[in-house]
Nanobody
């Protein structure tokens, strides 16, 4: 089994910054892709950013130029640096990883979510 633990959420004023972290632990051989999603009240969960094992990244249009996703493979960790935050960024943020386990099987895991609240 694999567990993902997120941290770094909180309350920040508009224009401020936060850095989210998500650490994976357990039976891990490799991690193919790591991503961040968010879900605001009454809305569907949406992709924020993703980074694959080769380092390529992709971002939602709404966060391009403001958010940066990065990964530390040695630590099985993905980060989301969020700058110039806006009230509409308020949501629960979830990390997601595509993990190849020691049994060579690929599975997808979610973190428990961390609340980000941006005040105007």
């Amino acid at each position: 089994q694999v567990q993902l633990v997120e941290s770094g959420g909180g309350l920040v004023q508009a224009g401020g910054s936060l850095r989210l972290s998500c650490v994976a632990s357990g039976s891990i051989f490799s991690i193919n892709a790591m991503g961040w999603y968010r879900q605001a009240p009454g809305k569907q969960r949406e992709l924020v950013a993703v980074i694959i094992s080769g380092g390529s990244t992709n971002y939602a249009d709404s966060v391009k130029g403001r958010f940066t996703i990065s990964r530390d493979n040695a630590k099985n960790t993905v980060y989301l640096q969020m700058n110039s935050l806006r009230p509409e960024d308020t949501a629960v943020y979830y990390c997601d990883m595509a993990v190849v386990g020691s049994n060579s099987r690929l599975n997808f895991y979610w973190g428990q979510g961390t609340q980000v609240t941006v005040s105007s």
